[in-house]
């Protein structure tokens, strides 16, 4: 009876009750199952786990099946999939052992637990909410022990007071109290505490960590259990430093604002929304004539009176700042203020609205400038910004201002229009030996001469520098612009008498004219055309005039073309040296060859007269001679163990390279570098270099010497030959120029050639014939005792790798 009893209990057990073998068989179940599964005990005796279960769940309940039938019982909580939806379930499994220990089964108990489940997370979701809450609220939240230790803290609070979490729970709120505020917040917390009051607001500072006040709002309110004993305090503060900061800036800039007014150069007047007058400050006061009580209350044209010319200006509204304009009241006017005494003063004058909060005009304010010196500091830098202000003459700018307005005139009225741009000789000289000073002097005197020379109505102008130009409205023909252009020239080419310089000096002028409209019509055009007319004249001498030509525009575009060349090849190294040999007349030897740099172009090579003088006179002539240099070192060191390594190399020297302060050393360096003699290498410098620049060249020529190179003068009688330089100066050879060997077969030519050969031997020097084509011009110049000979006659200017053949084929090296 107990037995069936029993069984009747665990077969309405509302949890899952039964008994499995080791083969995972059941034994026995109770009701449960059929409710869970729709299995009857008797369907299930005998039947496996995962037969009733099914795959999924038994797939789950693996685990814990191995473990208690190794002896361990188990207890797990799991969703199961049972015919009436998901169950969360907690099961209880226990093993059964023999009289032997071995386990010959295990109990099953599996509860249902979803409600609870539901339950617990439900609250553990509450819980998080309020700890999240708490937690990363932006607002400092702490818990409060009633006698005043830290509980609990978010991290805007620690962020607020410098402290960690940690740091906070060891100390009490009175710990971080400023002193001046923990009274009031000890009394307000004992009137909580006493129940007199549920909570207290009050503004309070902090003491950081770091030592610094922080300000701000607490609010806390006392927690209490069901019997009504104090638990702890809930406190939420709301950092208000910034505000507090703000605040004291505000009155400080109030301050500063106040004190400025009083205190700034420029007069300010306000005013209310109707144009009344409510303020001025004290610079105000003097500008007007009023004081500021006076003025309180009048309408601002009263206080605030303008006038332009002999008129008095009108239109200031009632109600100034009502439309919200700003800026100046008569922008571009020069206005005068009409003070209260009747006097004016210049001024500058700004307006502003002043706004509420919404952007509501409520007022208005005018600051007022007096701009006296500032006019006429602005009328005298006008000025200067037109006009040269050492000559007093207009300014180029000025000067093309001038021309377009000429050229319009002369559009409309069908005459023409001249301009002349002229540039000094010798002032650089005069600069260099006599001083700028003295060269400013004579700039004045060269721009007094310019005005003296022109019509009424012409306008001379300095450009830059030595630069001048002359403009011409109004002419018909090219006579006028040539008759002042001698006129100008011979002026200028007058002596120069300074007072306290002994010496007169001497200067000259050369022009290039340009006409309208048939070299330009317009400004840029017609300065353009007359710089390369200047240009022109300057290759052919000085002291003249040109006028512009399409052939001169023609060799103007030549130039551009090869300068942009000369850029580009001075990048990449696009150049190729030829050596012509220099023959010795005695011996018919080879002693030296002179290298000739050729500028590499797409379809050809161009001769060094094409682009030398360009290459002076945009500098690069420097990085093309150190480029020279350096590949007639490389080759002489290449030569070196060869049948040409006894002949020595000329290279033509610019005077712009030995103008240089680093030519000598880097010369001379690169001579080290290459391990080449500087015996071998032989320069070559002009007559007209000598007289440009003496001092610096021959200066540098004597260091050359004095370190073992050679020095030649190129291109003799075509220059300023003179017995002093050659007496003076370490020149080993002289190389008589082309043009007087061609001419030795008449009677002057011979003549000259047979001087410089006599005067050569008087003084010692070698003597290189140039321009050798003929044999008659070789015999007469072997007949004469001249030692060597260069030219077509000898052989052409070849590369280095063909250099040697040909001296072979012609006699020329020894064998």
Known sequence: MSKLLGISVLNNVPALMSYVDRHERYLFSNNTYKEWYGAAPEEIHGRTIREIVGDANYSLLKPYIRTVLAGKPVLYEQTLITHSGPRYVQGTYSPDRAEDGTVRGFFVLVSDISERRTLELRLRESEMRFSGAFRWSNVGMAIVAPYGRYLQVNQAYCDMLGYSEEELFSLNFQ????????????????????????????????????????????????????????????????????????????????????????????????TDVDGAVTSLNPVAEVMTGWSSDEAMGRPL?????????????????????????????????????????GTTVPIEETAAPIRDRAGAAIGGVLVLRDVTEQRALTSKLAYLAQHDSLTALPNRALFKDRLEHAIARAERQSCGVAVLFGDLDRLKLVNDTLGHGIGDRVLQEVAKRLR??????????????????????????????????????????????????????????????????????????????????????KRSGRGAYQFFSQAMNERARERTAIEAMLRQAVKTGAFELHYQPRICLSSRRAVAVEALVRLKNVNALIAPSRFIRIAEETGLIVPIGRWVIE??????????????????????????????????????????????DPAQIELEITESSLVESELSVTTCMKHLKEAGFTISLDDFGTGYSSFSYLNRLPIDTLKIDRSFIHEVGSSQGALVVEAIL?????????????????LEQLEWLQARGCNEGQGFFFAFPAIAEELAAGLRMRGFLKA
């Not at 922080?214 to 950092?239: C, K």
């Open 175 to 270: 710990d971080v109290t400023h002193p001046d505020d923990l009274a009031e917040d000890l009394r307000n917390t004992e009137e909580m505490l006493a129940g007199t009051r549920t909570s207290q607001t009050m503004e309070k500072r902090y003491l950081h960590k770091m030592g610094h006040e922080v300000h701000a709002i607490l609010s806390a309110s006392l927690v209490r259990d069901a019997q009504g004993a104090p638990l702890y305090f809930i406190a939420q503060t709301q950092n208000i430093t910034d505000r507090k900061i703000v605040e004291e800036r505000l009155f400080r800039e109030h301050e500063l604002s106040q004190v400025t007014l009083r205190s700034i150069a420029d007069g300010v007047i306000t």
């Open 301 to 341: 044209p009263e206080v605030f009176r303008v006038v332009f010319g002999n008129d008095e200006l009108t239109g200031i509204p009632s109600r100034l700042f009502e439309a919200g304009d700003e800026g100046r009241l008569w922008p571009g006017r020069n206005t005068m203020l009409l003070r209260r005494d």
């Open 452 to 537: 003296a020379c022109v019509r009424e109505g012409d306008i001379v102008s300095r450009w830059a520098g030595d630069e001048f130009g002359i403009l011409l409205p109004d002419v018909a023909e090219p006579s006028v612009a040539a008759g002042i252009a001698e006129r100008a020239i011979a002026a200028i080419g007058e002596s120069v008498h300074l007072d306290g310089v002994e010496q007169p000096i001497h200067v000259g002028i050369s022009f290039g004219i340009s006409r309208y409209p048939s070299d330009g019509t317009d400004s840029d055009g017609l300065m353009q055309a007359a710089d390369i007319a200047l240009y022109d004249v």
């Open 631 to 676: 590949q007639v070192c490389r080759q002489l060191q290449e030569w070196a163990g060869t049948d040409l390594q006894n002949l020595r190399i000329s290279l033509n020297v610019s005077p712009v390279q030995t103008r240089r302060d680093d030519f000598y050393s880097s010369l001379v360096a690169m001579a080290a570098k290459y391990g080449v």
């Open 758 to 774: 006599a005067l050569s031997r008087a003084l010692g020097k070698r003597v290189v014939a140039e321009g050798v084509e003929t």
